[in-house]
């Protein structure tokens, strides 16, 4: 059975794509998949984590650097053996992210509570939907990331959503800003494996719950 791709996509940078990335994909090796990690992002924020770790990676994790423009191409060679493919995109419009979407049977668009991301967010949706008239297979949803916490904030931002989205959903597993994930990541760790605030790892769990639904539902594989 082919591996399933799940593409972190945003044109802006600093809205947690690297973080959604790596702590999904922790996750999923708790759901007992074999699950690569692609990082297509030429700063290489998460093979230079991988360096800093000194833990070795869960049993059937592996990170690899690939930002090249052929991901699509080579997509199926690169996944044999795996169950997940997680690709951690660039910012901004590249070639290297629409080879992405190419290669992505989900495309997950992290933003976070700027007006600013609400547009880079428009801008990627576009980006995805013209990946999709060349992959009918492409699933594509929004994801609230470092939604502040006891506010009203993620509900406004949600709507915003929607309303670009063009029947396009947003994933009800909000992640808020928590001072965790930058704790965990600066210390080469996951937010598993931090152990010091249980309501991040709950909600990376629901996070992770989610983007696995929405990944399979309506599919025979």
Same mark, same amino acid.
């Given at each position: 059975?082919?591996?399933?791709?799940?593409?972190f996509v945003?044109?802006?940078g @600093?809205?947690g794509?690297?973080t959604?990335?790596?702590?999904v994909a922790?996750?999923?090796?708790?759901?007992?998949?074999r699950?690569?990690v692609i990082?297509?992002?030429p700063q290489?924020?998460?093979?230079g984590?991988l360096?800093?770790?000194?833990s070795?990676l869960?049993?059937?994790?592996?990170i690899?650097?690939m930002?090249?423009?052929k991901i699509h191409r080579?997509i199926s060679?690169i996944?044999?053996?795996? =169950?997940l493919v997680?690709?951690d995109?660039?910012p901004r419009?590249t =070639?290297?992210?629409k080879?992405i979407?190419?290669a992505?049977d989900?495309?997950v668009?992290?933003?976070t509570?700027s @007006?600013l991301?609400?547009?880079?967010?428009?801008?990627?949706?576009?980006a995805?939907?013209e990946a999709?008239?060349y992959s009918?297979?492409?699933?594509?949803v929004?994801a609230i990331?470092?939604k502040?916490?006891?506010?009203?904030i993620?509900k406004?931002?949600?709507?915003?959503?929607?309303?670009?989205? =063009?029947?396009?959903?947003?994933l009800n597993?909000?992640v808020?800003?928590r001072?965790?994930f930058a704790?965990?990541?600066?210390?080469?760790l996951?937010?598993q494996?931090l152990?010091?605030d249980?309501k991040?790892?709950?909600e990376?769990?629901?996070l992770?719950t989610?983007?696995?639904?929405?990944?399979?539902?309506?599919?025979?594989?």
């Open positions: 059975m082919a591996a399933k791709v799940i593409g945003q044109q802006k @600093g809205v794509k690297s959604h990335t790596l702590n922790f996750e999923s090796t708790l759901d007992g998949k699950t690569l990082d297509a992002d290489g924020s998460l093979v984590w360096e800093d770790r000194e070795p869960p049993n059937g994790m592996s690899i650097a930002s090249t423009t080579d060679t996944s044999e053996g795996f =169950d997680l690709i995109g660039p419009a =070639d290297i992210a080879s979407m190419l992505s989900l495309v668009i992290p933003c509570a @007006g991301d609400v547009k880079a967010s428009r801008n990627t949706l576009m995805a939907l999709r008239e009918a297979k492409l699933k594509i929004f990331n470092r502040p916490v006891n506010t009203t993620g406004s931002l949600r709507e915003s959503l929607l309303e670009i989205g =063009d029947g396009v959903p947003v597993a909000d808020c800003m001072i965790a704790e965990a990541i600066s210390g080469g996951s937010i494996e152990n010091t249980f991040a790892r709950v990376i769990k629901n992770y989610e983007i696995m639904r929405v990944l399979y539902e309506n599919n025979e594989d």
